[in-house]
């Protein structure tokens, strides 16, 4: 696998966040939980507890388990720097007021996630911010017209939410340092693993740790990573709001990060069986998967990923939404709820409308699937004998 740095990222995962000579030999960084930090003297406390943000003071600026997390995530991106927030939305929502102030201007995707789409449209206006959802196919010549004198913030999500188009990033990246707009990308589906946003340019990455890097969905977390020249504003605005992890969520990632790999790369390859298997049935109109040359935007994501994950989206062939709800309630194995990234298979419909303004590629009803670590086999069965009641 290609990726910028010394150790291959299988072996580097087995290294971050172990420091035995910092934690009496023991390999793994043990949980620090504590609010309360004490001092020697009143004058070393004093020099501690300074008017300006210093960490290691109180528990809300993190323990050393926070911190061992924080370090490996900026590792693993090629960054300088991570904050670890209370879940992958306050990541999002944290950055954006980092970067945005009274007066600015927002340029979004229409095809983000759900959630970040509706904190902007019912938010924004009371911080007197404006923002402009551009259309997920548009190029970048397209979203160059669109730059405004106050446009302060880009934010990319690729593949897109629920429909997966590929954006072209670099070209993007361009526009937006042309314009110096800071770009913020969420790259939740691809984790560090199969996509590297630092080396195209990107300013600031959010991750909903909740997902593929938790793997086992029993947790909400999120990550801010950034290179070190944003870390005054970030760190000010994520002190100030206070939104912080707990230490134990936190060691649970610490150990999470260990099998990262093994289960992207399975997932990745499940997913793929799954998706071409549904290619070819002929009930199944389309599949929505970056890594099927059939993919609109599948040259893009071959260029700049290292990888896919299982997540991906499929449009039965002329069927209303009754029929994807009948097909979904007669699986068996995978389970109907949200999120994914975990080691069950999940599966929900998917309105196109609560997601898109204008765009004319994201119509039709359709069907997200996230593969999780089961037999390929056993999943294409249950898919089989549901397809067949349509
Ligand atoms: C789930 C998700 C989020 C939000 O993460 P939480 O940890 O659930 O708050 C953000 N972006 C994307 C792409 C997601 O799928």
């Not at 080691?343 to 997200?368: A, G, K, M």
Request: net charge positive; glycine share 4%.
């Amino acid at each position: 696998m290609k990726r910028k740095g010394k150790l291959a990222i299988q072996t580097l995962l087995t290294r971050l966040g172990n420091n035995p000579k910092k934690y009496l030999r023991s390999l793994n960084t043990p949980l620090f939980r504590t609010s309360t930090v004490v001092y020697k003297t009143v004058e070393e406390f004093l020099k501690f507890n300074a008017p300006v943000h210093t960490d290691g003071t109180y528990g809300r600026t993190g323990t050393p388990t926070v911190h061992e997390l924080q370090n490996a995530l900026a590792k693993l991106d090629n960054a300088d720097e991570c904050i670890v927030v209370s879940s992958g939305m306050n990541a999002i929502t944290l950055s954006l007021l980092t970067f945005l102030n009274s007066g600015d201007h927002l340029l979004i995707s229409d095809a983000v996630y759900p959630c970040t789409k509706r904190f902007i449209e019912e938010e924004f206006r009371r911080f007197n911010i404006e923002y402009t959802f551009y259309s997920v196919d548009s190029n970048p010549s397209e979203i160059r017209k669109l730059v405004q004198h106050n446009t302060k913030v880009l934010f990319l999500e690729s593949p897109a939410s629920g429909t997966f188009e590929v954006q072209d990033i670099p070209s993007i990246v361009k526009v937006a340092k042309e314009n110096r707009i800071v770009t913020i990308f969420d790259n939740s589906w691809a984790t560090p693993i199969y996509f590297q946003p630092f080396d195209h340019g990107i300013d600031v990455t959010i991750q909903s740790l909740t997902k593929y890097i938790s793997g086992h969905s029993d947790l909400i977390l999120g990550a801010i990573t950034f290179k070190k020249k944003h870390y005054k504003k970030l760190h000010r605005t994520f002190l100030n709001f206070g939104t912080i992890p707990s230490p134990e969520i936190c060691s649970l990632i610490l150990r999470s990060l260990k099998t990262l790999h093994v289960r992207v790369e399975q997932q990745n390859k499940n997913g793929l069986i799954v998706a071409k298997w549904l290619e070819k049935q002929v009930k199944v109109a389309k599949v929505l998967h970056p890594a099927l040359t059939s993919f609109s935007s599948h040259k893009l994501w071959k260029r700049d990923f290292l990888g896919s994950t299982g997540t991906f989206a499929f449009v039965l062939h002329n069927c209303n939404k009754k029929d994807v709800y009948k097909f979904i309630n007669k699986l068996k194995l995978f389970k109907i709820g949200l999120s994914w990234g975990g080691y069950e298979s999940l599966i929900i419909p998917y309105n196109p409308d609560r997601i898109s303004n204008n765009n004319s590629l994201l119509t039709e009803f359709h069907v997200r699937i996230h593969i999780g670590l089961e037999s390929p086999n056993d999943l294409i069965d249950d898919l089989d004998k549901a397809l067949k009641y349509l």
